[in-house]
Nanobody
Framework: QVELVESGGGLVQAGGSLRLSCAASERTFSSSYFMGWFRQAPGKEREFVAVVTRSSGVAAYADPLQGRFTISRDNAKNTIYLQMNSLKPEDTAVYYC????????????????????WGQGTQVTVSS
């Protein structure tokens, strides 16, 4: 059974930090080549945040978020994380994790359409 469950969202003041978690079923995690985070604010399209390769832990980020957000994975726990620091009101969105089952060479998936399975999302609200 494919399952991705996000947690860790909440309300935080600007400048604060949150760590999101995404727990995957063993089948989902072991079948994925990439695990990513996306976010969607009201009235906006879903946008890429970060991605990590399951095997080697190599990470890539959306350019504006580089330096504030850190993606990581714990293969023993079938879980990926998103550490978010120096949060801003514009970071307010529903954050989704996703799994990509396709092996890709010399590229990482940054488009939502490239991912095969999605979690239900977790709300992050940053107050000013």
């Amino acid at each position: 059974q494919v399952e991705l469950v996000e947690s860790g969202g909440g309300l935080v003041q600007a400048g604060g930090s949150l760590r999101l978690s995404c727990a995957a079923s063993e089948r989902t995690f072991s079948s994925s080549y990439f695990m990513g985070w996306f976010r969607q604010a009201p009235g906006k399209e879903r946008e890429f945040v970060a991605v990590v390769t399951r095997s080697s832990g190599v990470a890539a980020y959306a350019d504006p978020l580089q330096g504030r957000f850190t993606i990581s994975r714990d293969n023993a726990k079938n879980t990926i994380y998103l550490q978010m620091n120096s949060l801003k009101p514009e970071d307010t969105a529903v954050y989704y994790c996703a799994a990509d089952f396709q092996r890709r060479l010399f590229t990482v998936p940054r488009s939502a359409s490239e991912y095969d399975y999605w979690g239900q999302g977790t709300q992050v609200t940053v107050s000013s």
